[in-house]
């Protein structure tokens, strides 16, 4: 497994960057992780996620357990935004699906980029 998480301040955002193969099991554990840093928690910085040297190996039923997951920490996510930068594209259509979902689920608000200046900027735009 080879995440890492870094905060910018200035930005008021986490960055979590993933390489290599990544599951859900995976992204579970990245979760507990973010949980436990109080920018996200308590200071409600959103979340910057750079997935361009990850690639996604899980099925579309584990999109429904992120969810669940996600459910169980709605006052956290919501009204939050995370921005997700990809480029495989079966990664790419399975974060979409996820991001639609999540959305309309939890307000959870997830877009999809394949440039950093696109996802930050909007990632940090009012």
């Known amino acids: 497994m080879n995440y890492s998480f870094t905060i910018d301040h200035s930005l008021k955002i986490i960055k ?11 992204i579970g554990k990245a979760w507990y992780q973010l949980l436990a840093i109080k920018e ?55 974060s979409i699906l996820f991001g639609d979902q999540v959305y309309e689920e939890i307000g959870f608000e997830v877009k999809i980029f394949t440039t950093e200046t696109a996802a930050i900027k909007w990632l940090t735009s009012s």
């Open 40 to 94: 996200f928690t308590e200071e409600k910085y959103n979340l910057f996620s750079d997935y361009r040297e990850a690639s996604f190996k899980m099925k579309v039923d584990d999109i429904n357990n992120i969810i669940e997951f996600m459910s169980g920490i709605k006052d956290v996510v919501n009204g939050k935004k995370q921005s997700i930068l990809i480029l495989d594209p079966y990664s790419t259509a399975g």
């Open 16 to 26: 979590y960057k993933h390489s290599g193969n990544l599951n859900y099991e995976d």
